[in-house]
């Protein structure tokens, strides 16, 4: 039985539909083949104008929530109970939350979407000022505190039910205080399986872009072909990368990609800051963040149901995205968070990685909103003609254009890495039962199965394909997060319902000990 389990050690009712779904999937889209495009156009259309607020209300509410039980009552519990402390440092703790949570995305759009956001505003407004103080404040609406909410949510709900109750580390587990242990029935198969299919859907549609991100800096710095062909073949290899890094584990393999991740980052940070214009940029950090902060109500519940503009599209895309990759990070976030109280949890997962992006995101998209207000280059037609060759537009017209391409190049296929490792250790933990330690031949075999699936989209209909797989695997599961909410105060109030009477019978226990002593001592004292 041993060896029967060295390469895998499935926990079949989910495996097997989730392997299976997936096998389909592909099987279908290269069948159908060209048609297939309009197909996934159709579905972005109609998920967008039927059920387009849902995702609103429910990132809005996902935020609520989680702010209100890290200062609320429920701050001071600790993940893994009272006496658990952190398996990791805050740096190596805050390098895997951003690597796994925005990783490809935020290099992919940093700069193509705040050019977007300039060339057509989401909302009218007259001058230039406005226009560029829009660009970001928009695009800081889908990489700040909304989008770190949804893995906020899942993450805390996850390690809670993981440490705190000894449960799987499976999404089935946070429904406890509803089910009991039906959760271990086909109700939590099904839960299951839709988390893995979002997770799957999700990645793919993150590695997509981020092989079109490489392919285009290639093209630039070295001529080689940008083709989807090319996409294919950087998918595949970068796979390969990804499996020896799922095979190494979480602390030799994922871990130290991670931090590399973040001291590279910041390298590249650093020089796009002392490079660009740095005091426009600084000036402009602090404007819209400012802004950001100011008008997040407003920007958060807009539905743009009047205007008909297209901001709404582009918020539902996102939502969607995230909330389709919630179960990965959720997951994983849960993984590494053991000893951490909820407030410090839900701090750190909401405020460090928000802060980190949208300074990014003022750097490099603040660059470009530069040069195109000062009418230097043409990175609004790149984004026009091709999106995914934004970042190197705008690198070209900066000095040392040659070395931050390459950092470029190399930090995108760092996250690349990273992403498809932790997404396939995270499905891996759920298609197994929840097990922390699963044979190595099952994260091998998700980790091709992500590849497997972005290569499918990209051959299926690129960008829109990608788009279409997002939001279709974040709508059922956007369901799934409101009634965890709910789930999850149920087993917070119950833990600490415990904690208050084993605090209370702790005082008492000292009380009655000092009263003895009192007593004894003034019977001596008699004596």
Not at 238 to 257: E, N, P, Q, Y
Not at 460 to 478: C, D, E, H, I, R
Request: overall charge positive.
């Amino acid at each position: 039985m041993k060896n029967s389990k060295k390469y895998f050690d499935i926990h079949a009712p989910v495996f097997y539909p989730s392997a299976g779904l997936i096998l389909v999937f592909i099987i279908l889209v290269l069948w159908i083949g060209g048609p297939v495009e309009g197909i996934f156009t159709d579905v972005r259309s109609w998920i967008m104008e039927q059920v387009g607020w849902l995702f609103i209300l429910t990132v809005n509410i996902l935020l609520v929530v989680v702010l209100y039980f890290a200062f609320g009552k429920f701050g001071k519990l600790r993940l893994g109970g009272e006496s658990s402390r952190p398996e990791f440092s805050r740096f190596g703790w805050f390098a895997m939350l951003f690597s796994a949570g925005m990783g490809i995305g935020l290099l992919f759009f940093s700069v193509a979407e705040p050019m977007a956001n300039f060339v057509s505003p989401p909302v009218a407004v007259g001058d230039m000022a406005g226009k560029t103080h829009n660009a970001l404040v928009y695009t800081y609406l889908h990489w700040g505190l909304h989008a770190w909410g949804i893995y906020a949510l899942i993450g805390l709900a996850l390690a809670f039910f993981a440490f705190n109750k000894k449960l799987p580390l499976a999404i089935r587990s946070v429904f406890f205080p509803l089910l009991g242990k039906k959760i271990y029935g086909p109700f939590g198969d099904v839960v299951d399986v839709l988390s893995v299919v979002a997770t799957l859907f999700g990645l793919a549609a993150s590695l997509g872009f981020g092989a079109q991100q490489i392919a285009s800096g290639l093209h630039y710095r070295f001529g080689t072909p940008n083709d989807v062909w090319m996409q294919v073949g950087l998918i595949g290899g970068i796979t390969l990368a990804a499996t020896i890094s799922v095979v190494l584990g979480l602390d030799k393999g994922i871990r130290v990609l991670s931090e590399l991740n973040i001291k590279l980052g910041a390298v590249f940070l650093a020089l796009m800051l002392l490079l660009g214009p740095t005091f426009f940029l600084m000036e402009g950090f602090i404007q819209t963040v400012g802004g950001y902060v100011q008008e997040i109500v407003g920007l958060g519940t807009w539905t743009d149901v009047y205007s008909n503009g297209g901001q709404d599209r582009d918020t539902l895309f996102y939502w969607a995205w995230w909330i389709s990759w919630s179960p990965f990070v959720g997951l994983f976030i849960a993984r590494v968070s053991k000893g951490r109280t909820v407030r410090e949890f839900v701090l750190g997962v909401l405020l460090v990685p928000t802060l980190l992006t949208f300074l990014w995101i003022s750097v490099f998209g603040g660059s470009a909103l530069f040069l195109e207000i000062n009418g230097i280059g043409s990175v609004a037609r790149a984004v026009e003609d091709d999106v995914s060759t934004a970042l190197f537009a705008m690198l070209k017209e900066f000095p040392l254009d040659f070395i931050t391409g390459l950092v470029g190049i190399v930090l995108v296929t760092s996250f690349f890495v990273t992403s498809s490792d932790s997404g396939s250790l995270v499905i891996d933990n759920i298609t197994s039962g929840g097990k922390l330690d699963a044979p190595v031949g099952q994260r091998i075999f998700w980790a091709l199965s992500e590849g497997g699936v972005a290569i499918t989209l990209l051959l299926g209909g690129g960008l829109v394909a990608l788009q279409s797989a997002a939001l279709s695997a974040g709508l059922p599961f956007a369901i799934i997060l409101l009634i965890i909410c709910y789930s999850l105060y149920k087993g917070l109030s119950e833990e600490y319902r415990k904690l208050q009477r084993r605090r209370l019978r702790k005082d008492r226990n000292m009380y009655k000990k000092t009263i003895k002593r009192i007593i004894f001592l003034s019977k001596g004292e008699n004596i």
